[in-house]
Every structure is written in structure tokens, then in C-alpha cells.
């Protein structure tokens, strides 16, 4: 039988080659030192995000044979497609059904507090309604 030849796992020879470990940094130019402004103008911006406005969370039961519904109310501003896209959030995170009739947001169950997390997320004001 032939000999196997061992690995060495001592960290002794290193099994690739680096094509880079032959480079210095001789004969460069040296790096351009920044000033405070260029520093300044180069940071990202800590935009602090504006509030779209107040919108009311209410628990309805009434009138819907006996099921409780979290039904949001109050967006001024944003258009269909977008009410949508939260209703789709607060269904998926809640884990229950849910629709967009006449304006109002409607989620099936007593969802208030989900729903006022993921309001909050999106910079609305959720604001906890009689109901």
C-alpha cells in the first residue's frame, strides 16, 4: 500500500497561495486627507421621519352577529393601493382575514394592539377610539 500524505492542521504551511501577500504599498501616492466639511457632506443624513397623521383604532361588535372586528379609520392622505398593502401587514402579522370597504381598514378579531404596532411602523398616529 502507498504512504497517504497528512494535512498538517498545526497551522504550519498554509495550503493556498495569496496573490496579494507580494504586493506593498511602496511608490504610492499618499491618501488625501478630508476636511471636517467633506467629512460632514459624506455622513448619511439622520432624517428624522415626519407623522402622517393621526388615524383611530376602534373594536366594533355590534351589528356583525356577534363577531368582534378592529376596524381603522381616519387616513388622510393615502390612497387605495397603499391601505391595501397595510391591511395585507396587519392580516399576515395578526394571522386573520381582513378588508379595506369604504375607507376603513377592517381586521377580523380584537387586534388593537398589532395593529397599532404596525401603524405606528408606517409613522401614523394610532389612536385607541370608543368602540
Given at each position: 500500500m502507498s504512504s497517504q500524505?497528512?494535512?498538517p492542521t498545526d497551522g504550519g504551511h498554509p495550503l493556498s497561495h495569496s496573490p496579494f501577500a507580494a504586493l506593498s504599498s511602496e511608490?504610492?501616492?499618499?491618501?488625501?486627507?478630508a476636511s471636517a466639511a467633506e467629512v460632514a457632506a459624506c455622513a448619511i443624513p439622520?432624517?428624522?421621519k415626519?407623522?402622517?397623521g393621526r388615524v383611530d383604532i376602534i373594536r366594533q361588535k355590534a351589528g356583525r352577529g356577534g363577531k368582534t372586528v378592529t376596524v381603522v379609520t381616519g387616513f388622510v392622505g393615502i390612497g387605495l393601493p397603499?391601505?391595501?398593502q397595510?391591511?395585507?401587514a396587519m392580516q399576515k402579522s395578526c394571522g386573520t382575514g381582513g378588508t379595506v370597504k369604504e375607507g376603513r381598514i377592517e381586521i377580523q378579531g380584537d387586534q388593537r394592539e398589532v395593529?397599532?404596532?404596525i401603524l405606528a411602523?408606517?409613522?401614523f398616529k394610532p389612536v385607541f377610539a370608543g368602540g
Open positions: 500524505q497528512r494535512i511608490g504610492l501616492p499618499p491618501a488625501p486627507e439622520v432624517v428624522k415626519k407623522s402622517r397603499e391601505k391595501e397595510l391591511a395585507k395593529v397599532a404596532r411602523e408606517a409613522n
